[in-house]
T-cell receptor
Framework: GAVVSQHPSWVICKSGTSVKIECRSL??????MFWYRQFPKQSLMLMAT?????????EQGVEKDKFLINHASLTLSTLTVTSAHPEDSSFYIC????????????FGPGTRLTVL | SQQGEEDPQALSIQEGENATMNCSYK?????LQWYRQNSGRGLVHLILIRSNEREKHSGRLRVTLDTSKKSSSLLITASRAADTASYFC?????????????FGKGTKLSVIP
């Protein structure tokens, strides 16, 4: 099956620093990737749609200057949490559909961000 | 915004019993998907059922979809301790090429050996 990886799997940082999370599709090209965040014991909330070669589309309430998304290649999307604060601590998960026209998405293993 | 609503929120059963989880949604869909998440891990796709399908099977999984009631159920038969996880339904909107999924709140299943 298709594989999506994320790096790092966990990160601890100080308040005010920026953290970059990578999402890679390992065996397929992904023109679109999705970024979700998940608070403890809650569901996944879509943050933004990452589009290769163009600007990301953010969901209502998600600050685009806070969560910078770059989809520079067909296999890599990055999410940078800028000037992180403790309330940004969460589990961040990316996903990608393998082919256009298919419905199944493949999810990365997630990145646990803890901001002290 | 959340569309899917699963119930129960938590379910605890003995190994060997069947587990049934339900999901309701609000808008028209192209398909509905069920995912599993082990604690602190990513999501694993379990099964997809399209809006024109009523029932689908995959191994010990059985999914039903009632578009008139905007609801779906996931049945896991002969449960095993390894089935312990959170289960989420996710709806794919009717818009072509959207790919965006809206997740429900999930059901936390505990299978006691």
């Amino acid at each position: 099956g298709a594989v999506v990886s994320q790096h790092p799997s966990w990160v601890i940082c100080k308040s005010g620093t920026s953290v970059k999370i990578e999402c890679r599709s390992l065996d397929f090209q992904a023109t679109t990737m999705f970024w979700y965040r998940q608070f403890p014991k809650q569901s996944l909330m879509l943050m933004a749609t990452s589009n290769e070669g163009s600007k990301a589309t953010y969901e209502q309430g998600v600050e685009k200057d806070k969560f910078l998304i770059n989809h520079a290649s067909l296999t890599l999307s990055t999410l940078t949490v800028t000037s992180a604060h403790p309330e940004d601590s969460s589990f961040y998960i990316c996903s990608a559909p393998k082919h256009r026209g298919t419905d199944t998405q493949y999810f990365g293993p997630g990145t646990r961000l803890t901001v002290l | 915004s959340q569309q899917g609503e699963e119930d129960p929120q938590a379910l605890s059963i003995q190994e060997g019993e069947n587990a049934t989880m339900n999901c309701s949604y609000k808008t028209s869909i192209n398909n509905l998907q069920w995912y599993r998440q082990n604690s602190g891990r990513g999501l694993v796709h379990l099964i997809l059922i399209r809006s024109n399908e009523r029932e689908k099977h995959s191994g010990r999984l059985r999914v039903t979809l009632d578009t008139s009631k905007k609801s779906s159920s996931l049945l896991i038969t002969a449960s095993r301790a390894a089935d312990t996880a959170s289960y989420f339904c996710a709806t794919d909107p009717r818009e072509a090429g959207s790919y965006q999924l809206t997740f429900g709140k999930g059901t936390k299943l505990s299978v006691i050996p």
